[in-house]
């Protein structure tokens, strides 16, 4: 059973940093890359990060560019999102994803259940 479990979401005020965690179990981790999305209120889910088991290049939506930074630890079987100089337009219901491809083509094939990241300014 495919299982990816998020924690490390919660309410922190503008500039402040939190880290985001994903516990992965039931597949064979490395076939996928790992990605993180959002979705704020009202609107659609949207791609963050994307985070590769080997160490291959990530991808990062504009707006969080030299902000966030998505990682793997293979050993712990887990993926990481550090969220750094946090802003109020960050706050959305952040997921983690096992899926294929990189950038704009990833393609989700597992969905976590999604920590609630509120930024108050």
């Known amino acids: 059973q495919v299982q990816l479990v998020e924690s490390g979401g919660g309410l922190v005020q503008t500039g402040g940093s939190l880290r985001l965690s994903c516990s992965v179990s039931?597949?064979?981790?490395?076939?996928?890359?790992m990605a993180w999305f959002r979705q704020p209120p009202g609107k659609e889910r949207v791609l963050v990060a994307t985070?590769?088991?080997?160490?291959?290049?990530?991808y990062y939506t504009d707006s969080v560019k030299g902000r966030f930074t998505a990682s793997t630890d293979s050993d712990a079987s887990s993926v990481y999102l550090q969220m750094t100089r946090l802003k109020a337009e960050d706050t959305a219901v952040y997921y983690c994803?096992?899926?294929?491809?990189?950038?704009?083509?990833?393609?989700?094939?597992?969905w976590g259940q999604g920590t609630q990241v509120t930024v108050s300014s």
């Open positions: 994803s096992a899926g294929s491809g990189g950038g704009l083509g990833y393609v989700s094939h597992y």
């Open positions: 039931g597949v064979a981790f490395s076939h996928y890359t």
């Open positions: 985070a590769v088991w080997n160490g291959g290049n990530p």
